[in-house]
């Protein structure tokens, strides 16, 4: 669905402006860039400021008209910072167009259209769209960098897309920053008690201080990597004769 997703750049002025909205796209998973009489391209800048994007800045296609770029999309949304003389749907709030246009990208190619740095896009040009949006800012000083403006309806139509129950968008997380196991678990509770003991702290059979303190990890959730951290903090002070090796 996202591969549907089309980023179109129109009269791109400086070339790092390009690498840089590449790289909003990908860390959005956004793959498909095409660009509109680029005034320098390609170009090292571009390259250089993708960081990490490379690949979608050498993929992109270059066409002379607007009108090449969307031929084959069922929706075209250009991205303005104002009310246009045209009778386009205007969306003031990204997320509604967001939801729409990936429920279009099941099916079929869309794009989001992006003018020159200092004035967007022309009223002829908007008239290849089939929608307006907007992103609401500071109205008294409302203007976005073309590569903010990309990153944030990038993200807009991200966050639709992982929403839909069948995108089976999962979160990464570092392997230790997951929830211990409980077999983890087991191993620090018998580990503080054996280093409570060995202390003299635990001298008082039902004072509940190690269910009491097992409540107050339970509570804490900590993640794999602070679990290690507290038990090299209690392999530290344990007497070495009384430790489990």
């Not at 008209?65 to 084959?72: H, K």
């Not at 079929?108 to 609401?136: K, M, W, Y």
């Not at 570092?174 to 191993?187: I, V, Y």
Request: overall charge negative; some cysteine.
């Amino acid at each position: 669905m996202l591969s549907n997703i089309r980023i179109v750049l129109v009269q791109t002025f400086h070339p790092g402006n390009i690498g840089q909205a590449a790289r909003a796209m990908k860390t959005m998973g956004l793959t498909d860039l095409v660009l509109v009489n680029p005034r320098c391209f390609p170009d090292d800048e571009a390259t250089r400021l993708a960081a990490g994007a490379e690949d979608l800045v050498q993929r992109a296609r270059v066409v002379d008209s607007l009108a090449a770029a969307v031929n084959d999309c069922v929706q075209v949304v250009g991205a303005s910072a104002r009310l246009r003389s045209l009778s386009l749907p205007f969306h003031d709030e990204p997320d509604a167009m967001a939801r729409e246009l990936v429920a279009n990208a099941e099916t079929d190619p869309v794009a989001l259209v992006f003018g020159r740095e200092r004035f967007g896009l022309t009223n002829d040009e908007l008239r290849h769209c089939s929608q307006q949006v907007s992103i609401p800012a500071n109205p008294e000083y409302g203007v976005l960098n073309l590569s903010q403006a990309v990153q944030v309806l990038a993200y807009e139509v991200f966050r639709a897309w992982r929403h839909r129950p069948e995108s089976g968008f999962v979160p990464q997380r570092p392997p230790h920053d997951r929830p211990p196991t409980r077999e983890q678990l087991d191993h620090f509770h018998a580990h503080l008690q054996r280093v409570m003991q060995a202390s003299g702290f635990l001298t008082q059979p039902h004072a509940r201080t190690e269910e009491q303190l097992q409540a107050l990890f339970a509570r804490a959730q900590p993640s794999r990597k602070e679990l290690s951290l507290l038990r090299g903090l209690l392999s530290a002070l344990e007497p070495k004769d009384t430790r489990d090796d």
